[in-house]
Structures are given as C-alpha cells and as structure tokens.
C-alpha cells in the first residue's frame, strides 16, 4: 500500500510539474501563441483534479456503509429457538437512506480530521422461513487513511416476519412446554410428570401469515407394561421479535387419567421366596399362584377378581420343612380391591415391596385362620415387575403361641 501511494503521488507529481512547465511557456510565449497554450493548461490541471480525485477520494463511498451494515447484522442475529425453523440468514439488501456530513470537534480533528458522517440505512435479510427488516444509525469517522464506523451501528428499529409455520420436528420435541403452560392454569404439576418422557406428534399445523400466528394438535401417549394414557392439547404460537413464542395451550378433560386396562387378565404366579414366623415352609415351591383381575375402574381404582394359591394352615415350624400336613389350595377365592399408587405389598417388614401401583386383600376369616393377598405392578429398580405375595395367618395353637404366619411370594406373568 506504502509502495502503491508513492507511485501516485509520483505520478501526480509528474503531472503537476507539466502543468509547471506550460505555465512558464505561456509567460515567454509571443501573444499569437499564448491562446493555444491556456488551453492546454486548463487542460492539464482538470486532469490532475480528476486523478487526484479518484485516487485519494474524500467523502465517504456507500460501499463501505453497505459492507459494514451487512457485518453488522449477519454477526447480531439471534440463534433459533425451541420452536423456529432451521436455515442460514443471508442479507437480501442495503440501502442507505441518509449521509450527512458534519463538522468533527476540535478536540477530535488531529485523530479523525476534520469531517465525518452521520449515516442512516436500512437492511433486509432471510433465512427462508423468516424475514427481518432493520433499520441502523452510524456515525463514520476517517481513521487510520479510511472510513469507519466510530462505534457499533444502533439499531432504530426493526421488524420481524415469519413467512413460514414453526417447526414441526421441534413442536414435537418441545411439547413438554405446552404440558407446563397447562399446569399452571391448573395449579398442579400432574400432566407434565405424567408425560415427562414423552415427545408430542403433530397433527393439523396451520399458519397465519396475516396474523403471524400458528395452532396445531399436540398429542401425547404414555405407555408402559401395565397402564396407559392419552392427552390432546390445543396449543397456539405468535411470532415475536424473531421467535415462536407459545401463547395458549388448553388438553382434553381425560388428559390426567391413567388406565389400567391392561391389568385384566389372568396373571400366573411363579414361586420366589418364602418368609415365616421360625421355621420356613417350602410347601408353595413348585405351586401356581392364579391371580385373575376381570375388571378395573380407573375412576374408582376398583379392581375385581380372583385369586387361588397354596396356603399354610399348620402351626409354626421348629426348623425349615419342604412341606408339612396343612399347606392346602385355597380354592378360587373372589376378591374386590382398590389400586394404590405406591402401595406396599407384603406384612413382613423385611420383604415389603414398595409397587407402582397395587392392592391388597383380606378374605373373611374361617376356623383356619385368615387369608391376605397384596399385589402390585412396577418397582423403582424394574417398571416391568410384577408381583404377589400370599400371606397365611393360621389358628394353631403350638406352646403359648395361638397362630402362626407364613409368606410366599411370587413373580406374576400374564397369559396371553
């Protein structure tokens, strides 16, 4: 640049001493002469002026406002929401719609001479699902041989519109948000821990450019070994300041309830293990326990059925026994019940199962004793567990103790 700026002024130099040189040939030359010399002259400077000019320009170009708009922009966008559409922004234009000079103050004229600009200019930009419209301020200052803005651009204003609906992949993902918005109308966190995991589909996603809003059908469906659920929430999305923003969101009345339909069934009981008062009595090892649920009421948590296993009803043991006379098959025992969340399964401290879900059940006593069946479905360690345990009070007198009580436990399977 050094090289290139003393080659001009070289050049200019050059032209200057032409100019010289004509002006003294016109001083000595014979009157006849001095016309045609003049014009050569006032030729000669013009061209110097017209060089000079454009090789040290000194008012501020619009390119260089151009340039430093677009950078400006393209650098201050923000990154895309939970809700927008992907894509690249790219500047579409750059006017500028104001340049006027002023007068720098004396304090500032050795830094940055003795003018500079006050520039206004606006500037569109895309990313083919949004537009934006930005209007910026400048003042531009010569500094260092060049034009430059004094500080970064002000933004006067802008105006943002989206020429495309949000994003359905993204709606999808983000749906917990819509669950949330719902909750709070209600006072309650239930949807969005029911539905923590679960990613909404989309369905009937409309767009209003006119009216820069969006509404689709958020559908959620919670599902695991034993229950199921559903909730359909009407949500809304307005576009502001470069984003989707989620505006309403209402669910259906049933959104929160859960139904255990799948428990109905018959339910086959494999034996596990076996807790008693002394000794254990294996009598059940190699039994069936048959647990059969032939309906549930989510309103309630009514469920009804029947159960039929082994049972104990023989005093207690010295020591452990694979079986003894008195470990007999209950018949098919009918039972009505009410489904817990969290519920413990079990009497013996030590074996008790905290279950997702379960219910318990005592038949009335006979001369025998007393029959208790607990079952339940899903622990924290394995949301596919299933469970029951079958517990034997027995009316046998034995030394001072008048009962004794036995507990098997079983892993259920449900036929198919």
């Not at 090289?3 to 200019?12: A, G, K, L, M, P």
């Not at 340039?67 to 929401?81: K, Q």
């Not at 207690?316 to 209950?330: I, K, Q």
Request: hydrophobic fraction near 40%; aromatic fraction near 8%; charged fraction near 25%.
């Amino acid at each position: 640049m050094e090289t290139e700026n003393t080659d001009r002024q070289f050049s200019i130099d050059n032209l200057l001493e032409k100019a010289k040189e004509a002006l003294r040939k016109f001083k000595e030359a014979p009157g006849k002469l001095k016309a045609g010399l003049l014009a050569a002259l006032a030729m000669g400077f013009a061209l110097v002026a017209v060089i000079a000019s454009a090789w040290f320009p000194s008012g501020l170009s619009d390119a260089v406002v151009e340039r430093e708009y677009e950078e400006h922009v393209l650098a201050s966008l923000p990154d895309a929401g939970i809700y927008d559409a992907g894509g690249s922004w790219k500047v579409e234009s750059v006017d500028v719609t104001s340049k006027e000079k002023r007068d720098v103050e004396p304090f500032f004229t050795a830094q940055f001479g003795d003018t500079y600009y006050e520039v206004v200019g606006k500037v569109k930009a895309s990313s083919g699902s949004a537009e934006l419209e930005r209007v910026l301020s400048c003042d531009f200052v010569m500094h260092e041989g060049e034009w430059q803005p004094l500080m970064d651009p002000n933004t006067e204003s802008e105006t943002w519109r989206a020429t495309a609906a949000p994003d359905e992949k993204k709606l999808g993902e983000n749906g917990i948000e819509a669950l949330r918005m719902v909750d709070v109308a209600n006072r309650s966190n239930e949807l969005s821990m029911l539905y923590a995991d679960c990613k909404a589909t989309v369905d009937d996603l409309s767009f209003n450019e006119d009216e820069q809003t969006a509404s689709a059908q958020l559908t959620f469906k919670r599902e695991d070994a034993f229950s199921t659920a559903k909730a359909v929430v009407d949500a809304g999305w307005k576009f502001e300041n470069g984003h989707w923003i989620l505006t309403s969101a209402k669910a259906n009345a049933g959104a929160a309830k859960v139904s255990h339909e799948k428990l109905v069934g018959t339910w086959k009981g494999t034996f596990k293990d076996t807790v008693a008062d002394e000794g254990n009595c294996f009598g059940a090892q190699g039994k069936e326990l048959v647990l059969k649920i032939t309906s549930v009421d989510d309103e309630s948590g009514k469920v009804e059925g029947t159960f039929q296993g082994l049972v104990h009803h023989h005093a207690y043991l010295d020591t452990d026994a694979n079986s003894v006379e008195g470990d007999t098959d209950t018949g098919e025992i009918p039972f009505v019940a009410t489904l817990n969340e969290s519920e413990n399964i079990g009497v013996n401290y030590a074996g008790m199962k905290t279950m997702a879900i379960g219910a318990s059940f005592t038949a009335p006593e006979t001369s025998s004793g007393k029959v208790h069946i607990s079952f339940g479905f899903g622990t924290r360690d394995d949301a596919n567990a299933a469970l029951a345990k079958l517990i034997t009070k027995a009316s046998v007198q034995k030394g001072y103790r008048s009962s004794s009580m036995f507990e098997d436990t079983y892993t259920l399977t449900k036929e198919q």
